[in-house]
């Protein structure tokens, strides 16, 4: 049972570098989300969608992108990095019930 | 908007002690109610959830009740463990199934 699958772990960028984060559920959940968790301050939501070709923006969107092509795939995209993007990252999908399954994280350092 | 407070920590306790993490939310409407728990290096995993007012969510020892009249969702356990040493997020959920958190409680149990 694969779940939510987020790649990479790790990474470190450079400032002003882009890159992508990947995430992919295996439960046909038509809800996804990113967040981000900084030290103190809980997880923040990022973006969102409702399905395939629906997204919007949660409560910290600024200098991120995200796409729903399938309902499968959710990537988000850091378009220049900056060291305040210095954080875990979080995918989950959820059940109609709200009930949702997180991916093991992603922990990007920006220098 | 949305938010959730949630009793500041960390909070240190002996084996087999009582415990209580309080939480309180502001929502329109009823939100679904949860409480996630974080291993360290780990995704957030589901602990319990409460989906209407009197709700009582239970797993693994630990409870927490909707409570609708003074908008707290408090997780309880009788008797703890090392193994419960974790970080713990209250949350709830919106239209679109996102969620918000709150900032998190540690928990460390001696033995």
């Known amino acids: 049972n694969a779940g939510v699958t987020q790649t990479p772990k790790f990474q470190v960028l450079k400032t002003g570098q882009s890159m992508t984060l990947q995430c992919a559920q295996d439960?046909?959940?038509?809800?996804m989300s990113w967040y981000r968790q900084d030290p103190g301050m809980g997880l923040r939501l990022i973006h969102y969608s409702v399905g395939a070709g629906i997204t919007d923006q949660g409560e910290v969107p600024n200098g991120y992108n995200v796409s729903r092509s399938t309902t499968e795939d959710f990537p988000l995209r850091l378009l220049s990095a900056a060291p305040s993007q210095t954080s875990v990252y979080f995918c989950a999908s959820s059940t109609g019930t709200g009930e949702a399954f997180f991916g093991q994280g992603t922990r990007l350092t920006v220098v | 908007g949305d938010s959730v407070t949630q009793m500041e920590g960390p909070v240190t306790l002996s084996e087999e002690a009582f415990l209580t993490i309080n939480c309180t939310y502001t929502?329109?409407?009823?939100?679904?109610l949860f409480w996630y728990v974080q291993y360290p290096g780990e995704g957030l995993q589901l602990l319990l959830k409460a989906t209407k007012a009197d709700d009582k969510g239970s797993n693994k020892g630990f409870e927490a009740t909707y409570r609708k009249e003074t908008t707290s969702f408090h997780l309880e356990k009788g008797s703890v463990q090392v193994s419960d040493s974790a970080v713990y997020f209250c949350?709830?959920?919106?239209?679109?199934?996102?969620?918000?958190f709150g900032s998190g409680t540690q928990l460390t149990v001696l033995p």
């Open positions: 929502a329109t409407g009823y939100p679904s």
């Open positions: 439960m046909n959940h038509e809800y």
């Open positions: 949350a709830i959920s919106g239209s679109a199934r996102q969620l918000t």
